[in-house]
């Protein structure tokens, strides 16, 4: 058995990694009230940061927020997840997800699948003009994400846990410029290529166990 058995931390983005889709954009097709593709095209452009192409996407959003939770039922989870988060669980390496979307979808979605895994992202404030998105995990020094998850990720590194991080869009880049194991699609794969930082690419959860039991779990 590998002498870092049980003192990894698996951290794990979740719109489209641990779903299938990603859940702000399908909330926003469904759901907004304005051309929030401007704002996206913003963020891709460079012109806005996350946090704020977040205030002004979810600010579109005007449905009930138990419609907005019933939609949630619509949103496919990636294969392999549930058995991830029972080994980990059972090795004493429970995953933490890191997200730049919304607390109330990822609550909902978790308790629909029937998985209790700890989560550190935006909180969402219902208002009669939209959503309000709140920052508990915003970084002190830098203002571009609203969930920082480098800070999040330094903290296991500090604490003496080696890190695997799973991801595969925009908010992903900075943490994998940390972690000692990175597992990349998407985008973020893309970009740890462009960038020629060391990852592994995966499909669903099955391929990231195979990876954590060669390197970790022997």
């Not at 779903?19 to 907004?32: G, H």
């Not at 059972?90 to 029937?114: C, K, M, N, Q, T």
Request: neutral net charge; hydrophobic residues 40%; aromatic residues 10%.
């Amino acid at each position: 058995m590998s002498a870092l058995a049980g003192r990894c931390a698996i951290l794990c983005d979740f719109d489209g990694t641990v779903t299938l889709e990603e859940v702000s954009v399908a909330l926003l097709k469904r759901y907004s009230v304005g051309e929030w593709e401007k704002a996206d095209r913003a963020l891709l452009d460079g012109r806005t940061s996350l946090r704020e192409t977040m205030a002004r996407e979810f600010g579109l959003l005007r449905a009930p927020r138990a419609e907005l939770e019933g939609f949630v039922r619509t949103i496919h989870l990636r294969g392999g997840f549930h058995e991830l988060v029972a080994e980990a669980r059972a090795r004493g390496a429970p995953p933490v997800i890191l997200s730049e979307g919304l607390d109330f979808y990822i609550r909902a979605f978790l308790e629909l699948h029937g998985l209790k895994v700890e989560y550190r992202t935006n909180h969402a404030v219902f208002t009669a003009n939209g959503i309000c998105v709140e920052h508990p995990f915003a970084s002190m020094e830098c203002s571009y994400c609203g969930t920082c998850k480098k800070e999040q990720l330094l903290k296991f590194k500090q604490a003496g846990y080696s890190t695997i991080y799973i991801g595969d869009g925009i908010s992903d880049r900075c943490p994998a410029r940390y972690a000692d194991v990175i597992l990349a699609r998407n985008g973020l794969l893309d970009h740890c290529r462009k960038e020629r930082i060391e990852c592994v690419p995966y499909e669903d959860f099955f391929d990231v166990l195979r990876v954590i039991r060669d390197r970790f779990w022997r």
